[in-house]
């Protein structure tokens, strides 16, 4: 099925286009309301929160914004990418607590809790920050447009595919009071943020049609960057300093089969080996069904992370055919003890999900044995939700509330013992991790991050921060790995 993205380039509440129902009119922007001019000028009769923001905008002559970032990984690349737009539109970025003429909300729509966190927090924004403008982007956005057009708090609504004129339209939309800077640093490249890790899309959209998922219509069908941008991108973020580039994609395992000629994730991974020892590779989540053993393979180089994220969703056959999920138990049995047995340190992750429409006790139970049986060292548990505009919508649900949440329960106790043993398993081994930002202050040790995701604390040596280095995991201390850098 060809998936048309929603065809509006931009519906903004304000001007009422296609808009069932429009956001109040007399509400306007901070920017327009209170313009640096009017420093000092505080109504005593203002509302609390006009005036809260008032005292802490007007001294400002620049526009300034807050992104919310809610989602995958892609999201989040996207919103780096929003976030280096807005600076170059001339807004300066708050963080999400404090006032701001505008505050982005780039939502994810993958359950119907994710729809529910984003309208929680555009209630709380309007609540605190009545005068600020409120945009949603994102997929919820795309996929639930006429929705989030009726919540009263929502001034403008950019779906996915546009989300590149935000910026412009959010300009027009403050008055044009941002100014357009110049970008940063040396020869154009844009500084690099404050994290240990690099995250680069590679990928985007999907072709599958899973039943209960609504991204192939937030995101279109697939589309891989080319291969060539890839490699350099990589290349690049390490030249920033990154010791970790994440590549990260919607269906990350299809990377490349659309380009001419085709290529394919394992090839990237192969044409960057030449990072081994300054830096890293790490892959965000791949489909069982597209790991094959030529990815497994180039799993196993030197500079790519021993970490595997699954999106596993059950150990049912017959629901993982119901979810029109193209592998079956024993694939994914025997992919996991591959990849374990060919690098033991490997985590492999896995997404679950509980509650499909007509998951009996005993699909349940498939689920549970497989997942105990397998040396998979984390869970990340869900709830089905319906989506609007999936196949598994016209489902009969069938599971109810309370035994979707008690086998939650039970799956998350079983992921919180996994993640332990696999703690416990480390002890006395040497990981190669990279030195993170933070700090335990209790401790005063810092944080390092290995590649198969264990975080080690260790003394305190501020100078490698951002580098790779060996490190001896000596104890366990509660929820804590403890240890000591071996080789820098
Ligand atoms: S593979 Fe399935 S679950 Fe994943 S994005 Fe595509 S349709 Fe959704």
Redesign the pocket.
Known sequence: MNVQPLSKQFVDVSQGVGVPHEAPKTRRSASALWPSSAVGVIGLDEPRGRAEHTRQCYARAMSTAALITFGCKVNQVDSRQLEEALRRGGFRLRPPSEPADAYVINSCS?TAASDRRCRQTLRQLRRRFPEATLVVTGCYAETQAAEVLDLPEVDLVVGNCDKSGLVERLQQRLGAKAVPQTAAGPAGVSPRHATTRAFLAIQN??????A?????RA?GPSRSKPFDEVVAGVSEQVARGYAEVVLTG??LG?YGRDLAPQRSLAEVLHATVGLAGRARVRLSSV?PAEIDDGLCTALGLPHVCPHVHL?L?SGADRILEA???PYSAQVVRDLVQSLVQRQPETAIGADVMVGFPGETAADFDQTAVLLRELPIAYLHVFSYSPRPGTAAERLCDGVTAETKASRSAELRRLGQAKWHAFQQASVAKEHVAVVARKRDPKTQSRLTIAGNYLRIYVPDEPELVDHLVRVRVTELRGPMLVGAIVEC
Request: charged share 25%; with cysteine; hydrophobic share 25%.
């Open positions: 993958v959209g999907c072709d599958r049609r899973c209960y998922c609504i991204v192939p995101r919607i269906n299809s489909e999106p969703q979810m029109g999920r």
